[in-house]
């Protein structure tokens, strides 16, 4: 992986309670939802299908295999792995043109940069273009990127967020899942995070998140800070506790 998107990882964690944040990518850090949301409906209506915003919403956050299997439902006469090509390749087209950037998510990332809080990427989109939005953002922004084709089983399954949490572990021996944040705006995002074992922020954006007083969540990430992330530990370990 490039250097401009991975960045040398501490041996130490953090200072202060928050030891790493977890970034989902669609939806939390970029509003991409459009751009898939188009190439799916193109991709459909190419082969005579309909395909509507009720069906769109329904792969908000899922696995790209799973979205392709709705796909080919829909009248696609394409392979899994063909549907996730023409789809990525769109989106990235769309992305190289123009990246939609969700507010406050830059900001915050290059505090915690500053900080030294590792963040990683923790995305079902594939590398290439996972790779198109970090090149957007500074150097080391990341500490590495588990992205889609990285996990067979893809969110709401917590194989990709313990993936993550695993390889941050491997260089930090003392990184605990209570002292780490995973943000994500969608119901399979933060249901994969929290079946994890992690402190979780949802953050929604194209659908709202069904009510559940055990999760964080916050209206927007513009005007939040490192601090307020950690805040939201002592609170998720109060409730443990009790």
């Known amino acids: 992986m490039s250097s401009s998107v991975q960045a040398p990882l501490q041996t130490e964690p953090a200072p202060g309670p928050l030891q790493a944040v977890l970034w989902d990518m669609d939806g939390t850090i970029v509003d991409t939802e459009p751009y898939w949301i188009a190439a799916e409906k193109d991709l459909v209506h190419s082969y005579g299908g309909s395909w509507t915003d009720s069906d769109a919403e329904a792969m908000v956050g899922q696995a790209l295999t799973f979205s392709a299997g709705?796909?080919?439902n829909a009248g696609v006469p394409l392979s899994i792995r063909e549907i996730i090509d023409r789809l990525i390749g769109q989106v990235t087209e769309q992305v190289r043109r123009e990246v939609p950037w969700r507010p406050g998510a830059r900001e915050?990332?290059?505090?915690?940069s500053a900080s030294g809080i590792p963040c990683v990427?923790?995305?079902m989109s594939e590398a290439v273009l996972a790779e198109?939005?970090?090149r957007r953002l500074p150097a080391g922004t990341f500490s590495f990127l588990v992205t889609g084709d990285m996990v067979r089983q893809g969110k709401p399954h917590?194989?990709?967020y313990e993936l993550a949490f695993s390889r941050l572990a491997e260089q930090l021996p003392d990184l605990a899942k209570d002292r780490v944040v995973a943000i994500e705006d969608s119901f399979p995002g933060v249901t994969s995070?929290?079946?994890a074992g992690l402190v979780t922020l949802g953050?929604?954006?194209f659908l709202p998140l069904p009510p559940d007083?055990?999760?964080h969540e916050w209206e927007t990430l513009a005007g939040k800070t490192a601090a307020d992330l950690a805040s939201l530990l002592s609170t998720a370990n109060a409730g443990a506790a009790r």
């Open 121 to 123: 990427l923790v995305t």
């Open 193 to 195: 995070a929290r079946a």
């Open 132 to 134: 198109e939005i970090c």
């Open 70 to 72: 709705l796909l080919q």
């Open 108 to 112: 915050l990332l290059g505090e915690l």
């Open 203 to 205: 953050v929604p954006h």
């Open 213 to 215: 007083a055990s999760r």
């Open 158 to 160: 917590p194989e990709p």
